[in-house]
């Protein structure tokens, strides 16, 4: 596979699967004397388009965002329908899932990373862009999830 | 617990446990296209004084450090003493494990932390500074680490 097929390495996001988004939420923001930012849920299948393991699913999730330095920390509560954050959270338990990288060009680099052994694991559609997440754990022990915003 | 114990939300370092550092930095060189930073292994415990759960550890780790944006990823390969990193790798396997911050006083900061009902897990010394892992697993789902450099 051609090297830094992302073309970049800075770190965006770091994503926190968690049971309980309320109850996480206060903890952070009480931890780190922040406001606390509420959460928001990802859209439904007909408008996110969500396909995991290259299956449409109607899973969503419940999502907050906290501002850690140049990086997000994301919280993400799923629901019981099948994603990478269900199975990730059966499995792992509560904890870190992914780290995130701002791209371009979302068709192509995901179709690189495929021919490359590391295969999309979810994708879908949000207010102002997409998003992937790519099997990585093989070889970077952690899942990367590119995020894509459409040009203004 | 006060607020903002820390002083600071700014994440400095993800902390990634692996198996194999060798395998996995050459991994991460090959994906992000940057150079492999080589590995180095922690101090003995005689200068570390390493500590953990409050009893003196021999455990050491190999380290490799990548800087991705304004954030270091650290890859840590741990011996087989015990340390918080062979428990969690044993429990967890491969992964994220830790969210580091920069702080200053330690001894004030853990102990603040500590009758806030949250441990003290491992602490030890490096050439510059010293580094605490605190169990916040239980309200933050994330170890958090606090990493001391002394004054210039």
């Excluded at 699967?17 to 990802?42: M, R």
């Excluded at 102002?128 to 999830?145: N, P």
């Amino acid at each position: 596979m051609e090297k830094n097929v992302l073309g970049t390495n800075v770190i965006a996001q770091i994503g926190i699967l968690v049971h309980d988004i309320e109850k996480t939420s206060q903890a952070y923001a009480d931890f780190f004397g922040v406001e606390n930012p509420g959460w928001s849920i990802t859209a439904a299948v007909e408008s996110a388009q969500t396909q995991y393991r290259g299956e449409r699913t109607e899973a969503r999730a419940k999502l907050a965002f906290f501002k850690m330095g140049s990086l997000q920390l994301e919280l993400i509560e799923p629901d019981e329908h099948p994603s990478t954050w269900r199975e990730y959270l059966d499995e792992h338990g509560e904890g870190p899932h992914h780290i995130a990288f701002r791209i371009e060009g979302m068709k192509d680099k995901v179709a690189a990373l495929e021919g490359g052994g590391m295969p999309l694991l979810q994708k879908g559609e949000y207010t102002g862009g997409r998003y992937a997440y790519i099997d990585t754990m093989e070889t970077l022990k952690v899942i990367v999830e590119l995020l894509e915003s459409d040009k203004k």
